[in-house]
């Protein structure tokens, strides 16, 4: 008989508590717990906004009041009042703080290069906690337009790529498809959009204009170990979003009969089936939706 999933949904949860160090009063050895420890990674990589942190981490106003306090008596940290709203705070690093989250990052890097380097299967360890990462943390992934040459949205683009190149019958090459520099994905004329999940890229769409009524929704991907999440919805919604605030009034698009993920996307979101629109050699189906 397997397993139990609840007996093995808890057998991991003691042994990720264990493996980071979650209970330990002294987080990788630097004099305070992991709470504290978050709350100072969060400012570091770059959150400000007291209520933004709070909300970022899951934490009361109380618990997170209690470590920002004991942080700043630390010297770790400053709050100070928003310019722009002295009714909220935000917090920054002291140089001290600088010193103290450069420490955790590479005491972190350190101990996550050791937890890769004794599995004998990298890759699919790595593989196996992307996908629980995206199942634990849909709420925070954020979308966020982007220039399509910058480093996250060309790993995607790359990922996508490689993708079709597999699932095509005849392969895939982008020089054979239409702007394949993304040029027209940037405004005024269109806009790229990534999927963010704690830093990392796990999804794109562009919005390819032309700078008149109509554009095309191009290079929808989302990463294997978020697929299921909703994701694509989101990208396209969030596409859409962008093609109203730029003045398009119709999109189109294409696509390969080898994703049927992508058609039924489309046709249960509102898109209508029409007839050819270009000569891209990849595309089977071409759809239409007046915004």
């Keep these: 008989?397997?397993?139990?999933?609840?007996?093995?949904?808890?057998?991991?949860?003691?042994?990720?508590?264990?493996?980071?160090?979650?209970?330990?009063?002294?987080?990788?050895?630097?004099?305070?717990?992991?709470?504290?420890?978050?709350?100072?990674?969060?400012?570091?990589?770059?959150?400000?906004?007291v209520a933004a942190i709070r909300d970022y981490l899951g934490l009361d106003s109380g618990l997170m009041s209690r470590l920002l306090r004991g942080l700043e008596e630390e010297g770790l940290v400053e709050t100070v009042a928003h310019p722009d709203d002295a009714r909220?705070?935000?917090?920054?690093?002291?140089?001290?703080?600088?010193?103290?989250?450069?420490?955790?990052?590479?005491?972190?890097?350190?101990?996550?290069?050791?937890?890769?380097?004794?599995?004998?299967?990298?890759?699919?360890?790595?593989?196996?906690?992307?996908?629980?990462?995206?199942?634990?943390?849909?709420?925070?992934?954020?979308?966020?337009?982007?220039?399509?040459?910058?480093?996250?949205?060309?790993?995607?683009?790359?990922?996508?790529?490689?993708?079709l190149a597999r699932r095509f019958e005849q392969g895939f090459d982008v020089s054979l498809s239409r702007d394949p520099d993304a040029k027209d994905m940037i405004r005024p004329r269109g806009a790229f959009l990534v999927a963010m999940s704690d830093g990392l890229a796990i999804g794109c769409v562009g919005l390819k204009g032309s700078g008149g009524d109509m554009a095309e929704v191009k290079r929808l991907w989302v990463a294997p170990s978020a697929r299921g999440l909703g994701?694509?919805?989101?990208?396209?919604?969030?596409?859409?979003?962008?093609?109203?605030?730029?003045?398009?009034?119709?999109?189109?698009?294409?696509?390969?009969?080898?994703?049927?993920?992508?058609?039924?996307l489309y046709r249960n979101s509102g898109w209508t089936e029409i007839e050819r629109f270009n000569d891209d050699p990849y595309p089977d189906f071409f759809f239409e939706k007046v915004l």
Excluded: W
């Design 1 to 49: 008989m397997p397993p139990d999933p609840i007996a093995r949904v808890r057998r991991f949860n003691r042994a990720v508590t264990s493996e980071v160090g979650a209970l330990d009063t002294s987080f990788l050895g630097r004099g305070r717990p992991l709470g504290a420890a978050r709350v100072l990674n969060a400012i570091g990589h770059g959150h400000s906004d």
């Design 88 to 163: 909220r705070r935000v917090a920054h690093l002291t140089k001290r703080g600088r010193r103290e989250f450069e420490a955790y990052e590479a005491l972190s890097n350190a101990q996550a290069q050791a937890m890769i380097a004794r599995h004998p299967r990298r890759d699919e360890l790595l593989a196996a906690m992307d996908l629980v990462a995206s199942a634990l943390g849909p709420a925070r992934i954020e979308i966020v337009e982007m220039d399509p040459r910058a480093d996250d949205a060309r790993y995607c683009l790359g990922e996508y790529y490689a993708e």
């Design 231 to 264: 994701l694509s919805k989101r990208l396209m919604e969030a596409t859409e979003a962008a093609a109203r605030a730029l003045s398009i009034k119709v999109l189109r698009l294409d696509t390969n009969r080898a994703l049927p993920e992508a058609i039924a």
